[in-house]
């Protein structure tokens, strides 16, 4: 049985101000605003039906946008009421999601972008193949907390050598 690879359609992010999240993610990251940022309810509209099949009964209301990436790569974000920040926000052995990755070849640019606009570096601007190919990365962190990392180039490309040999 032969199976194909699938495409990636999005991710979703929850955060505590929707308003300010859409603000960073366009003006910092380039993401372009597919939804603005809207209410939903529970009640028996077929968005808050669905919203109750997710969360189960009793969630309210919730503020949700959509976002997109340049190549069509969507970001869901939610602002819930009485959300509240994890005590370790890389929490990287916990079963699930730790992080995602944008990429932009001026990796450093960005990196002071998103530190100008209230984010965080993690960690030192770092090589994959010191001296001789230009592959860059670096661990970041939005103004809410949320780990995302940055790519000078493609996945494909960063890893088609084997970047840890």
């Known amino acids: ?10 991710i979703g992010l929850s955060v505590p101000d929707l308003d300010a999240a859409v603000k960073f993610y366009t003006e910092v990251l380039g993401l372009y605003t597919i939804m603005e940022p ?3 309810f529970e009640d028996e509209s077929p968005i808050g039906i669905m919203c109750t099949d997710v969360f189960g009964p009793n969630w309210e209301s919730l503020k949700i946008a959509h976002l997109a990436t ?22 990287h052995k916990r079963h699930g999601t730790f992080h995602f990755c944008v ?3 001026d990796v450093e640019g960005l990196v002071e972008k998103i530190v100008a606009a209230g984010g965080k570096q ?17 661990y970041v962190e939005d103004p ?7 790519y000078s180039h493609s996945y494909e490309l960063t890893y088609s050598e084997g970047a840890y040999s």
């Open 70 to 91: 340049a190549d069509r790569v969507g970001i869901e974000i939610f602002e819930f009421p009485e959300n509240y920040a994890p005590e370790d926000n890389l929490d």
């Open 103 to 105: 990429q932009d070849p």
């Open 1 to 10: 049985m032969n199976v194909s690879p699938k495409t990636f359609s999005h």
């Open 38 to 40: 809207t209410e939903v």
């Open 144 to 150: 809410f907390g949320i780990v995302f990392e940055v």
């Open 122 to 138: 993690r960690m030192p601007i770092r090589e994959y193949y010191p001296g001789q190919k230009p592959y860059r990365m670096c």
